[in-house]
């Protein structure tokens, strides 16, 4: 089955610093790549996600990457506020509609 | 309003008993997910439903049970409940295999 590995697991910034987030996946047949964030006690919800098809994807001050090659694809946002900070998941859907998700990355933006 | 539901939103339950976790969406989505969320490990994918009538394993299915009569409904069983599946179960659904998956508000499940 698919393998998704996401690092760091932790991440501290500072405010108006940016942060970047790796996943790596095992499956070459995946296409769809999205990334979800979840606030204490809340459900996780969509950021931004990126088709198999497209290298790059940027929504203000969020953007994610995807190297379908090296079958790895990142978060990067810019300007971190403290509002930022939450946990984040990556997750990947192969050629069925399982959709696989990394551990989760907890970032932390300091004042 | 439009969305994911799941009952109950927590539940404290003796070890051994029977207990069904209930999920139900009105946006006609094809797919529909069972996720628990422990601390450390994750969203794990327990069992998934590409469409009414079929159903599929995820990662850890030991111990669950889920149906798909039809579009809307997809709700999990524990058969016989161990203190290792207090979790956090999250459902989710989505209408194809290249667009978002949605998740109910989640149900914190506790096995004493």
Redesign the interface.
């Known amino acids: 089955g698919e393998n998704v590995e996401q690092h760091p697991s932790t991440l501290s910034v500072q405010e108006g610093d940016s942060a970047v987030i790796k996943c790596t996946y095992s499956d070459s047949a995946s296409n769809y790549f999205p990334w979800y964030k979840q606030e204490l006690g809340k459900r996780p919800q969509l950021i931004i996600d990126i088709r198999s098809n497209v290298g790059e994807k940027k929504d203000q001050r969020i953007a994610v990457t995807l190297n379908k090659t090296a079958k790895h694809f990142s978060l990067h946002i810019t300007e971190t506020q403290p509002e930022d900070s939450a946990v984040y998941f990556c997750a990947v859907r192969g050629g069925n509609y399982k959709l696989t998700f990394g551990k989760g990355t907890l970032l932390t933006v300091n004042p | 309003i439009a969305g994911i539901t799941q009952a109950p939103t927590s539940q404290i339950l003796a070890a051994g008993r029977r207990m069904t976790l209930r999920c139900t969406q009105d946006m006609r989505h094809?797919?529909m997910?069972w996720?628990r969320q422990d601390l450390?490990?994750?969203?794990?994918?327990i069992h998934?439903?590409?469409t009414a009538g079929t159903t599929?394993k995820?990662?850890v299915p030991d111990g669950y049970s889920v149906s798909r009569a039809n579009t809307d409904d997809f709700p999990l069983t524990l058969a016989s409940a161990v203190p290792s599946q207090t979790s956090v179960y999250?459902c989710?659904s989505?209408s194809d295999?290249?667009?978002?998956?949605f998740?109910?508000?989640?149900t914190r499940l506790t096995v004493v």
Request: avoid cysteine; aromatic fraction near 18%; charge should be neutral.
């Open positions: 094809n797919a997910y996720y450390g490990l994750g969203l794990r994918l998934y439903s590409n599929g995820g990662e999250f989710a989505s295999r290249n667009t978002e998956a998740f109910g508000q989640g």
